[in-house]
């Protein structure tokens, strides 16, 4: 299968999931409310979805990495260094929250927690930084290139400044993290997905 190709599966899917995981969140926000935390069974099914995401993200990245011309090519394998440490933490994280964790009957991802820390740390800070880190790579005045570029920064720049929650201990300040790998982030794929799928089809 063409890079190309095999990108625009993996960045499509990582769009329907992120579409799929706002709804469930706005069905957990709706039932807990915004100062309580979610819990099972939603929390459940969000962490499944997020499991299923971080592999077809990291595929995404590996695809724009491969798709990137020469002077860029050093922007795109940082942000795919980026995005494997990302996978790997967070999906480290939920394997764990939903084996051994629940099965000793504590599964929750509260804050404080180190298990929350830790999967703030890859959605806010590794995304963060793969994302803008492979905005680069999209070079060029085409529109479609233009607006991937733009959300990349802007996604990933949402996702920095997630940090800012966690590190105050304000987890309010923390729903810029959530707004770019929750909102923005799906739309940013969902560009990406038809861009290959274009580049596919040459």
Same mark, same amino acid.
């Given at each position: 299968m063409r890079p190309s190709r095999l990108g625009s599966w993996a960045a499509a899917t990582v769009a329907l999931? &992120?579409?799929?995981?706002?709804v469930v969140l706005g069905i957990g926000m709706a039932h807990f409310g915004l100062e309580r935390p979610i819990t099972d069974p939603v929390l459940a099914v969000m962490e499944v979805l997020t499991l299923v995401s971080a592999p077809a993200l990291l595929v995404a990245l590996a695809a724009v990495y491969e798709a990137?011309?020469?002077?860029?090519?050093?922007? $795109?394998?940082?942000? %795919?260094? @980026? &995005?494997?440490? @990302?996978t790997g933490l967070t999906s480290a994280v939920h394997f764990i929250e939903l084996t051994a964790i629940r099965q000793m009957g504590t599964g929750s991802l509260v804050w404080p927690s180190p298990a929350y820390a830790a999967e703030l740390l890859a959605w806010d800070w590794? +995304? &963060? %930084?793969a994302l803008l880190f492979a905005a680069p790579v999209f070079v060029g005045d085409v529109p479609e290139i233009r607006?991937?570029?733009?959300?990349? +920064?802007?996604? $990933?720049? +949402?996702? %920095?400044?997630g940090?800012? $929650?966690p590190v105050l201990g304000d987890m309010r300040l923390q729903r810029l993290g959530i707004v770019g790998y929750a909102v923005v982030l799906p739309l940013s794929f969902f560009w990406l997905a038809r861009l290959f799928r274009e580049r596919a089809d040459v």
């Open positions: 999931i &992120g579409v799929a995981y706002v990137a011309a020469p002077p860029q090519k050093h922007w $795109g394998i940082v942000a %795919l260094a @980026f &995005g494997i440490l @990302f590794f +995304l &963060g %930084l607006r991937i570029r733009r959300a990349f +920064l802007v996604t $990933g720049a +949402l996702c %920095l400044a940090t800012v $929650g």
